[in-house]
Protein backbone atom coordinates (compact mmCIF):
# COMPACT_ATOMS: atom_id res chain seq x y z
CA UNK A 1 0.00 0.00 0.00
CA UNK A 2 1.32 3.84 -1.05
CA UNK A 3 1.24 5.14 2.45
CA UNK A 4 1.35 8.98 0.20
CA UNK A 5 -2.21 8.51 0.22
CA UNK A 6 -3.48 7.65 3.59
CA UNK A 7 -5.17 9.83 5.73
CA UNK A 8 -3.45 10.97 9.26
CA UNK A 9 -3.08 8.76 12.25
CA UNK A 10 -1.59 5.58 10.76
CA UNK A 11 0.53 2.82 12.14
CA UNK A 12 3.04 1.82 10.21
CA UNK A 13 4.25 -1.60 10.24
CA UNK A 14 7.99 -3.11 8.59
CA UNK A 15 10.08 -5.60 8.60
CA UNK A 16 8.16 -8.08 11.13
CA UNK A 17 7.12 -11.57 10.36
CA UNK A 18 3.80 -12.84 9.80
CA UNK A 19 3.55 -14.37 13.18
CA UNK A 20 4.30 -10.77 14.59
CA UNK A 21 2.69 -8.93 12.12
CA UNK A 22 -0.91 -10.68 13.37
CA UNK A 23 0.05 -10.67 17.05
CA UNK A 24 0.65 -7.08 16.61
CA UNK A 25 -2.39 -6.25 14.76
CA UNK A 26 -4.69 -8.36 17.39
CA UNK A 27 -3.22 -6.29 20.18
CA UNK A 28 -3.06 -3.24 18.61
CA UNK A 29 -7.29 -3.62 17.22
CA UNK A 30 -7.77 -4.84 20.93
CA UNK A 31 -6.23 -1.31 21.83
CA UNK A 32 -6.67 1.50 19.35
CA UNK A 33 -9.91 0.13 17.78
CA UNK A 34 -10.84 2.22 14.70
CA UNK A 35 -8.89 5.01 15.38
CA UNK A 36 -6.14 4.44 13.83
CA UNK A 37 -5.30 2.37 10.49
CA UNK A 38 -2.46 -0.37 10.56
CA UNK A 39 -0.79 -0.54 7.38
CA UNK A 40 2.39 -3.08 6.71
CA UNK A 41 5.05 -1.39 3.94
CA UNK A 42 8.10 -3.91 3.71
CA UNK A 43 10.78 -1.18 3.21
CA UNK A 44 11.70 1.90 5.37
CA UNK A 45 12.40 3.42 2.86
CA UNK A 46 8.82 4.19 1.31
CA UNK A 47 9.05 6.51 4.26
CA UNK A 48 9.58 10.11 3.25
CA UNK A 49 9.23 13.51 4.42
CA UNK A 50 5.78 13.92 2.34
CA UNK A 51 4.22 11.06 3.77
CA UNK A 52 5.65 11.20 7.07
CA UNK A 53 2.70 13.92 8.66
CA UNK A 54 0.08 10.81 7.98
CA UNK A 55 2.32 8.62 10.91
CA UNK A 56 1.32 8.17 14.36
CA UNK A 57 3.35 5.48 15.46
CA UNK A 58 5.80 3.25 13.55
CA UNK A 59 7.31 -0.46 14.74
CA UNK A 60 10.20 -1.89 13.22
CA UNK A 61 11.53 -5.41 13.34
CA UNK A 62 15.00 -5.37 13.95
CA UNK A 63 16.75 -8.96 13.14
CA UNK A 64 19.20 -11.49 12.50
CA UNK A 65 17.37 -11.74 9.33
CA UNK A 66 17.61 -8.32 8.41
CA UNK A 67 20.07 -7.59 4.95
CA UNK A 68 21.25 -4.12 6.97
CA UNK A 69 19.91 -3.10 9.91
CA UNK A 70 22.72 -0.45 10.70
CA UNK A 71 20.51 1.07 7.87
CA UNK A 72 16.99 0.32 10.04
CA UNK A 73 18.24 1.57 12.88
CA UNK A 74 19.39 4.86 11.00
CA UNK A 75 16.21 5.29 9.52
CA UNK A 76 14.39 4.72 12.74
CA UNK A 77 16.39 7.57 13.93
CA UNK A 78 15.67 10.07 11.30
CA UNK A 79 12.06 9.41 12.19
CA UNK A 80 12.03 9.13 15.43
CA UNK A 81 14.42 12.74 15.32
CA UNK A 82 11.45 13.96 13.47
CA UNK A 83 8.92 13.81 16.03
CA UNK A 84 6.93 10.38 15.35
CA UNK A 85 7.31 7.84 17.67
CA UNK A 86 9.47 4.73 17.20
CA UNK A 87 8.70 0.95 18.42
CA UNK A 88 11.42 -1.31 17.70
CA UNK A 89 11.27 -5.16 18.25
CA UNK A 90 14.60 -7.35 18.32
CA UNK A 91 15.92 -10.67 18.43
CA UNK A 92 18.95 -9.57 19.01
CA UNK A 93 20.57 -10.38 22.29
CA UNK A 94 23.27 -7.40 22.34
CA UNK A 95 23.80 -5.08 25.17
CA UNK A 96 25.91 -2.87 23.01
CA UNK A 97 23.17 -2.35 20.53
CA UNK A 98 20.47 -1.89 23.30
CA UNK A 99 22.83 1.04 24.53
CA UNK A 100 23.10 2.13 21.44
CA UNK A 101 19.24 2.04 20.59
CA UNK A 102 18.38 3.96 23.44
CA UNK A 103 20.96 6.27 23.18
CA UNK A 104 20.07 7.61 19.81
CA UNK A 105 16.40 8.16 21.66
CA UNK A 106 14.14 6.04 19.82
CA UNK A 107 10.96 5.85 21.89
CA UNK A 108 10.96 2.37 22.68
CA UNK A 109 12.47 -1.04 22.20
CA UNK A 110 11.46 -4.99 23.33
CA UNK A 111 12.15 -8.42 22.91
CA UNK A 112 10.52 -11.01 20.55
CA UNK A 113 10.43 -13.47 24.11
CA UNK A 114 7.91 -10.98 25.99
CA UNK A 115 4.47 -11.33 26.39
CA UNK A 116 1.50 -9.46 24.54
CA UNK A 117 1.18 -7.67 28.29
CA UNK A 118 4.24 -6.23 27.83
CA UNK A 119 3.81 -5.38 24.21
CA UNK A 120 0.81 -3.61 25.37
CA UNK A 121 2.26 -1.58 28.69
CA UNK A 122 5.47 -0.27 26.07
CA UNK A 123 2.75 0.64 23.16
CA UNK A 124 0.93 2.69 25.61
CA UNK A 125 3.68 4.94 26.34
CA UNK A 126 5.55 5.10 23.07
CA UNK A 127 2.09 5.98 21.17
CA UNK A 128 2.20 8.95 23.99
CA UNK A 129 5.69 9.80 22.34
CA UNK A 130 7.14 8.99 25.94
CA UNK A 131 10.36 6.46 26.36
CA UNK A 132 9.92 2.71 27.36
CA UNK A 133 12.42 -0.07 27.31
CA UNK A 134 10.76 -3.52 28.17
CA UNK A 135 11.69 -5.24 31.73
CA UNK A 136 14.02 -8.09 29.34
CA UNK A 137 15.73 -5.29 27.98
CA UNK A 138 16.68 -3.09 30.83
CA UNK A 139 17.28 -5.83 32.44
CA UNK A 140 20.15 -6.95 29.81
CA UNK A 141 21.44 -3.36 30.36
CA UNK A 142 21.20 -3.06 33.94
CA UNK A 143 18.26 -0.85 34.20
CA UNK A 144 20.45 1.96 33.04
CA UNK A 145 20.05 4.05 30.12
CA UNK A 146 23.09 6.03 28.61
CA UNK A 147 22.61 9.53 27.96
CA UNK A 148 21.45 10.47 23.92
CA UNK A 149 23.78 11.23 21.78
CA UNK A 150 23.82 14.38 20.02
CA UNK A 151 23.22 14.63 16.19
CA UNK A 152 27.45 14.84 15.38
CA UNK A 153 28.19 12.31 17.81
CA UNK A 154 25.07 10.32 16.27
CA UNK A 155 26.52 10.58 12.66
CA UNK A 156 30.20 9.47 14.06
CA UNK A 157 28.99 6.54 15.66
CA UNK A 158 26.92 5.19 12.53
CA UNK A 159 30.67 5.99 10.34
CA UNK A 160 32.25 3.88 12.81
CA UNK A 161 30.10 1.22 12.90
CA UNK A 162 30.38 0.92 8.48
CA UNK A 163 33.66 0.37 9.51
CA UNK A 164 35.45 4.18 8.59
CA UNK A 165 38.50 4.95 9.66
CA UNK A 166 39.02 7.84 11.99
CA UNK A 167 41.85 9.38 9.90
CA UNK A 168 39.24 9.25 7.20
CA UNK A 169 36.22 10.64 9.21
CA UNK A 170 38.13 13.53 10.59
CA UNK A 171 38.90 14.04 6.97
CA UNK A 172 35.49 14.10 5.33
CA UNK A 173 34.60 16.27 8.17
CA UNK A 174 37.77 18.99 8.40
CA UNK A 175 38.14 18.10 11.56
CA UNK A 176 41.05 17.21 14.54
CA UNK A 177 42.01 13.55 14.14
CA UNK A 178 42.75 13.88 17.92
CA UNK A 179 38.98 15.47 18.48
CA UNK A 180 37.31 12.56 16.52
CA UNK A 181 39.19 10.16 18.45
CA UNK A 182 38.27 11.76 21.95
CA UNK A 183 34.62 11.46 21.08
CA UNK A 184 34.96 8.20 19.75
CA UNK A 185 36.27 7.12 23.08
CA UNK A 186 33.17 9.13 24.65
CA UNK A 187 30.77 7.24 22.58
CA UNK A 188 32.27 3.74 23.15
CA UNK A 189 32.20 4.64 26.99
CA UNK A 190 28.71 5.58 27.11
CA UNK A 191 27.73 2.12 24.67
CA UNK A 192 29.78 0.02 27.11
CA UNK A 193 32.02 -1.22 24.22
CA UNK A 194 35.41 -1.61 25.65
CA UNK A 195 37.78 -1.79 22.93
CA UNK A 196 37.51 -1.58 18.99
CA UNK A 197 37.06 -5.05 19.06
CA UNK A 198 33.95 -4.93 20.71
CA UNK A 199 33.21 -2.11 18.41
CA UNK A 200 34.12 -3.86 15.64
CA UNK A 201 31.80 -6.94 16.20
CA UNK A 202 29.30 -4.72 16.72
CA UNK A 203 29.57 -3.15 13.20
CA UNK A 204 29.80 -6.59 11.55
CA UNK A 205 26.67 -7.78 13.36
CA UNK A 206 24.54 -4.84 11.86
CA UNK A 207 26.42 -5.19 9.02
CA UNK A 208 25.95 -8.52 8.09
CA UNK A 209 25.72 -8.19 4.29
Do not use: Q
Amino acid sequence: MNISNLSKKNIILTDLTPINESGVRNSLKSVCGNDYSVVNINSMSKISNENIWSIALVILSISKECDNTLDSIKKAWEISSSGIPVLLFSDFLNVNLYSLIASLGINGLMSYKESSSVFLDVLFTVINKERKFSPYVLEKMAWKLPALLTPAETNLVFDLLEGKRVTDIAKKNGRNIKTISTHKTSIMRRLNINNNSELSALGGVLNRF
